[in-house]
């Protein structure tokens, strides 16, 4: 009965943090919507946070480690033909798996709601949590990205891959709420099609070369060459 009791407190607090937020979320509601009592919850969690935790150790653990597991398997191929990684297949190893949500209710939720409002939540430990779980996964896409690109600065790189998350995080709001964000006159698209769309427009983003050949030479605000005499 107990791993019963928990999968339903798990299921409650995933849907409740995804549609108001963790911090708008009470306990009261969350006993209301998984129908136990406090008790319960504090058995088996102990806080709100550890709640938060262990929806993240649910849903996004075993997602990023099957990247990370992708990621490797990138770079060791890419190793032994003597090339360095292709950008694209590094972006499709971290955009696709959010485009497939949908194929799962559960996996809808978590991915184009709690995740989608975490990246934007203020509030102190939803940040923590998130980069906690999420900074193995960004420091591998930074390396191998770095692989992949030597000739662009690491914090260009950095830079890019902010942007890429600005454009999904938008791409999942936008499919997921197509009323909102999508012109009448635009015709849905699969996610076959949607995923190309974005990984191409992700790709192009991450390897133009412009800025970042003069990047290192450009001056710091406020350096020297960036002053102007005061007459």
């Given at each position: 009965?107990?791993?019963?009791?928990?999968q339903?407190?798990?299921?409650?607090?995933?849907?409740?943090f995804?549609?108001?937020g963790?911090?708008?979320?009470?306990?009261?509601?969350?006993t209301m919507?998984?129908g136990v009592?406090?008790?319960s919850?504090?058995?088996?969690?102990?806080?709100k946070?550890?709640?938060?935790?262990?929806?993240?150790?649910?849903r996004?653990?075993?997602?990023?480690?099957?990247?990370l597991?992708?990621?490797?398997?990138?770079?060791?191929?890419?190793?032994?033909?003597?090339?360095?990684?292709?950008?694209r297949?590094i972006?499709?190893?971290?955009?696709?798996?959010?485009?497939?949500a949908?194929?799962?209710?559960?996996?809808?939720?978590f991915?184009?709601?709690?995740?989608?409002?975490a990246f934007?939540?203020?509030d102190?430990?939803?940040q923590?949590?998130?980069?906690?779980f999420?900074?193995?996964l960004?420091?591998?896409?930074?390396?191998?990205l770095?692989?992949a690109?030597?000739?662009i600065?690491?914090?260009?790189?950095?830079?890019?891959?902010?942007?890429?998350?600005?454009?999904?995080?938008?791409?999942?709001?936008?499919?997921?709420?197509?009323?909102l964000?999508k012109p009448?006159?635009?015709?849905?698209?699969?996610?076959?099609?949607?995923?190309?769309?974005?990984?191409s427009?992700?790709?192009?983003?991450?390897?133009?070369p412009?800025?970042a050949?003069?990047?290192?030479?450009?001056?710091?605000?406020?350096?020297?060459k960036?002053?102007r005499k005061?007459?």
């Amino acid at each position: 009965m107990e791993p019963e009791t928990k999968q339903q407190i798990l299921d409650a607090a995933e849907t409740l943090f995804a549609r108001k937020g963790y911090k708008a979320t009470s306990l009261r509601d969350l006993t209301m919507n998984a129908g136990v009592n406090l008790a319960s919850v504090n058995y088996h969690f102990g806080s709100k946070k550890r709640l938060l935790e262990a929806i993240f150790e649910r849903r996004l653990q075993p997602l990023n480690e099957s990247r990370l597991q992708k990621l490797k398997e990138i770079r060791k191929a890419a190793g032994q033909q003597g090339e360095n990684p292709a950008v694209r297949e590094i972006l499709k190893v971290f955009i696709e798996p959010v485009l497939r949500a949908r194929v799962s209710h559960k996996g809808e939720i978590f991915l184009l709601n709690l995740v989608g409002r975490a990246f934007i939540d203020l509030d102190a430990t939803v940040q923590e949590i998130l980069r906690r779980f999420m900074k193995p996964l960004s420091d591998c896409m930074i390396e191998t990205l770095s692989k992949a690109l030597p000739e662009i600065p690491r914090e260009v790189i950095l830079w890019r891959l902010q942007f890429v998350l600005g454009a999904l995080g938008r791409t999942m709001f936008v499919y997921r709420n197509p009323a909102l964000g999508k012109p009448k006159e635009v015709p849905d698209v699969d996610p076959e099609t949607l995923l190309e769309y974005l990984v191409s427009f992700a790709t192009k983003g991450i390897e133009e070369p412009g800025y970042a050949k003069s990047f290192k030479n450009a001056p710091s605000p406020g350096g020297r060459k960036g002053r102007r005499k005061v007459k």
